[in-house]
């Protein structure tokens, strides 16, 4: 059974600092990694991908992907409140298909 | 940019009734998705289908059924609602053979089953 695993959290971070969401998966032929962000009563958004081992950047938001430990995490520098929501880990597997990770809360306290 | 619609924001319905959920993409993907998403199980695979007249069964298929007659629409129906089906739907699409597998989803459904 191929797996994506997340803590649920929730994580509380401090408005301005680094908030840092982890995220582990069990198929080794994974080749695209997808981070969510949802709001409570919304629907995902994709707001960051990445393919290749390294960081990718965009805005306050970085993405590292580490293939040999399968392992992919998500940055968000200079937290702000409306960071808060519920970030969602997703894997690409070998049918067009993702596996989702059930969804870390993060609440940055002002 | 990428639209996914569905077709209520929220909807009450009786046990046994007959429901169908409607998705519609402009954006000429092939592949489509339903999703259910309820509190602590996260995202769950109800059915998918790559091409107009394709479906394919995900993890939860059961008390379920779609329907994929244009390339545009997804709809799935619940043949004879239950309780246990109140949840949020999720409809997604995504382009195949572009090398990467991003979804884009709709505004979600919340259906009530009393």
């Known amino acids: 059974q191929k797996e994506v695993e997340q803590n649920s959290g929730p994580l509380s971070v401090p408005e301005g600092a680094i908030a840092s969401l982890n995220c582990t998966y069990s198929?080794?032929?994974?080749?695209?990694f997808f981070w969510y962000r949802q709001y409570s009563g919304k629907s995902p958004e994709l707001i960051m991908s990445i393919y290749s081992n390294g960081d990718k950047e965009d805005g306050r938001f970085t993405a590292q992907l580490n293939k040999a430990s399968q392992y992919v995490s998500l940055l968000i520098r200079d937290s702000q409140p409306s960071d808060s929501a519920t970030y969602l880990c997703?894997?690409?597997?070998?049918?067009?298909?993702?596996?989702w990770g059930a969804g870390t809360k993060l609440i940055i306290k002002p | 940019d990428v639209k996914v619609t569905q077709s209520s924001r929220y909807l009450v319905k009786r046990t046994g009734e007959k429901v169908f959920l409607e998705c519609v993409q402009d954006?000429?993907?092939?592949?489509m998705f339903w999703y259910r998403q309820d509190p602590g199980l996260g995202l769950r695979l109800i059915y998918f289908s790559y091409d107009v007249k394709m479906k394919e069964k995900g993890d939860i298929p059961e008390g379920y059924s779609v329907s994929r007659e244009k390339k545009e629409r997804f709809s799935l129906i619940l043949e004879s609602a239950s309780t246990n089906q109140t949840s949020m739907y999720l409809c997604?699409?995504?382009?195949?053979?572009?090398?990467?597998?991003?979804?884009?989803f709709g505004p979600g459904t919340r259906l009530t089953v009393l």
């Open positions: 997703a894997v690409s597997d070998s049918n067009y298909q993702l596996i």
């Open positions: 198929d080794r032929g994974s080749q695209s």
């Open positions: 954006m000429d993907h092939e592949n």
């Open positions: 997604a699409s995504s382009p195949r053979g572009s090398g990467s597998d991003e979804q884009f």
